[in-house]
């Protein structure tokens, strides 16, 4: 069943015109990624789809019977909410619910008026009514749903009390995403949801939103993201928007043969139209009524003629290349017992890796562990609490920022090559920005009027101008649009110097680097491949424990003995995991149990009976020790278990 259509749907900026024609179908259930280059259009589309933006002409169908929910790109969240309190503003109906019980409950403590009956009887309607709805609503689960939802998206418990307005801009959109997710619309649009999360996150998103039951158009760059949750691509390019019902890399295939099979049909008519008029020419040539006739004939056959268009064909991508003019020693970079801490804020201790000539790692970690901090401390820019980073011989360092905080808001981007690189020809640094997709008058462009995705390109203009033989690389594929991320992964497996990469972009992981450095609180671990390789590792570390070992130069008696040790642990762990289950369903047996001692204050028999009404009471409060006895114990089982 059809939920959301548009038909024929336009859209134009003074001369620019964006949508030209977008006619789709959205079907309950599906899971669409919206891909094509930046500024196509995708963002321009969802907030049409969403009525915070009109259209020019056209037609939109959304099902009346259906919520839709949409996350924009660009947030900004102003409130003096903490983090918890802004989620639980999804829920203020039932928060409401809750005093309005709270208030029942109050007025049924009241002496009883025999005089006064039918007030009695309406209160414990009206608390019955209230109860129900409060469970029928989920008023028991919600608010470990906010604490599932907030730490998925990466947020610690002791994060839960912090204000808003102290936030970063992505942190900050991850709780719109956390609002968002806990509002549960029949159609959710999201918009890059993954550009300022985390790899753990990003993998929660996915096995939330894999299990999410309503209908998900999805914008996103991260391919690997995109194989993972959607079944249908809708190409937006040229104004227009290609289906494919099929998920990225199964739609990379479908829209080669599509192009081909077009572009074939194309080039077909358009001889045909060649040779049509060249037999027209020829018969008009003769100047003979009968031979005008047949040229008329054929004139009219041709403008009957249901004309294709040419087959949309996407933009070209920067031709990025990183080249070396200096070869620098074996030994690149080598980091001993590092450490780092902001006031109360721990980052990392003794960390210790290196890095040899031609290596390209990725360093990895959880948001806020110092991994950016890391690469300022290995530049001189920030200084280490303890530790040593040694530089290698003839290494020169290129750094590509994240944050494009290097780039002046009040330059035009001409002037900023050429202020970086002042002894280039204006027709080399022209040349350049020309490869990089800015040609005639928009090298003139103050870099503040650029998008995130311009304003990439220029860091990695530079970056390539440099010709360093390290390059450090924080977040280089954030918004990048695919063929750029493609043009850039190229670039990378060509260049013969070094290279350490922050990515959360695990399909570019997995294509260009061979060795991933895990950053932790205290230390690191090393992983010799790419991100699968990995995550392979992580899932199933038996498989490579004897090989580990033995590289390491143990025993065979020595891996026994710490195979026993382990099976030992593991049991130990089963045993625990087993009882978190009982006391999970003890739990849920007494919180059934004391909400039916609840509802029996209510009845006549036990109310209007004072020593029923003590018993029932005395009952109340002993479930209710043993619900806090068994969440102390549900605690430490859950501690004991995230530490093993």
Request: charged share 30%; proline share 2%.
């Amino acid at each position: 069943m059809i939920v959301l259509s548009c038909k024929n749907i336009k859209k134009s900026y003074g001369i620019d015109e964006i949508l030209k024609g977008v006619t789709l179908a959205v079907n309950e259930g599906d899971k669409v990624g919206i891909i094509g280059p930046n500024g196509e259009g995708k963002s321009t589309l969802f907030k049409i789809l969403a009525k915070r933006l009109s259209f020019d002409d056209g037609e939109i169908f959304l099902d009346k019977n259906k919520t839709l929910g949409y996350l924009d790109q660009h947030l900004n969240l102003e409130t003096s909410n903490t983090i918890y309190e802004e989620a639980s503003t999804v829920f203020v109906d039932l928060l409401r619910l809750e005093e309005r019980i709270k208030d029942l409950e109050s007025k049924l403590n009241e002496p009883y008026d025999e005089n006064n009956s039918s007030y009695h009887d309406e209160l414990i309607k009206k608390y019955t009514t209230s109860q129900d709805l409060y469970e029928h609503r989920g008023g028991y689960t919600f608010r470990g749903e906010i604490s599932r939802v907030l730490k998925g998206l990466g947020f610690l418990e002791e994060d839960f009390n912090k204000c808003i307005t102290n936030l970063s801009g992505g942190q900050k959109t991850r709780i719109a995403l956390s609002k968002l997710l806990l509002q549960s619309p029949d159609i959710l649009l999201l918009d890059e949801p993954t550009n300022h999360l985390d790899l753990e996150a990003i993998e929660w998103l996915e096995e939330f939103l894999n299990s999410y039951k309503g209908t998900l158009l999805l914008i996103s760059h991260d391919r690997f993201f995109l194989d993972a949750v959607t079944n249908r691509t809708f190409q937006v390019i040229n104004g227009h928007v290609n289906c494919y019902n099929a998920s990225y890399t199964k739609y990379l295939d479908l829209r080669k043969k599509d192009y081909e099979t077009q572009l074939k049909a194309y080039n077909l008519q358009q001889s045909e139209i060649k040779r049509q008029e060249e037999i027209i020419e020829k018969f008009r040539s003769f100047n003979r009524e009968k031979s005008i006739r047949k040229a008329e004939s054929r004139e009219k056959a041709l403008e009957k003629m249901v004309k294709l268009d040419a087959p949309d064909k996407e933009k070209g991508a920067s031709k990025i290349s990183f080249n070396t003019t200096v070869k620098s020693g074996y030994d690149v970079l080598h980091v001993e017992k590092l450490s780092k801490s902001f006031g109360n804020t721990h980052l990392f201790n003794d960390v210790n890796f290196d890095l040899k000539r031609g290596e390209k790692i990725a360093l990895i970690g959880e948001n806020g562990r110092g991994k950016t901090t890391l690469l300022n401390i290995i530049m001189n820019k920030i200084k280490a609490d303890s530790g040593s980073v040694v530089l290698g011989a003839n290494v020169e360092i290129g750094y590509y920022d994240q944050e494009q905080a290097y780039l002046d808001p009040d330059k035009s981007i001409l002037d900023e090559i050429w202020d970086t690189y002042p002894e280039l020809t204006t027709t080399h640094i022209r040349t350049a920005l020309g490869s990089f997709l800015f040609t005639g008058d928009d090298v003139f462009k103050k870099i503040e009027t650029l998008s995130g995705g311009e304003k990439c390109r220029i860091n990695l203009l530079k970056l390539m101008l440099s010709k360093s033989n390290f390059l450090l690389l924080d977040e280089p594929t954030n918004h990048l649009d695919i063929i750029s991320r493609e043009a850039l992964e190229n670039a990378i497996l060509e260049y013969d110097g070094s290279m350490l990469i922050i990515s959360h972009d695990r399909y570019f992981l997995n294509k260009v680097i061979n060795k991933i450095v895990e950053l932790k609180e205290n230390g690191i671990s090393e992983y010799l491949g790419n991100y699968s390789y990995y995550m392979d590792k992580k899932e199933n570390p038996q498989r490579y424990e004897t090989l580990d070992a033995i590289q390491n130069g143990k025993t065979k008696t020595k891996l026994k003995e710490e195979k026993k040790k382990v099976k030992l642990q593991q049991k130990e762990i089963r045993v625990k995991r087993t009882r978190l289950r009982e006391v999970e369903k003890e739990i849920s047996e007494s919180e059934e149990t004391l909400d039916k001692l609840t509802n029996s204050l209510c009845l006549e028999e036990v109310y209007s009976n004072p020593s029923e009404s003590v018993r029932v009471n005395n009952e109340i409060s002993e479930t209710q020790n043993k619900i806090e006895e068994l969440y102390n114990e549900w605690e430490e089982l859950t501690e004991a278990l995230s530490e093993e």
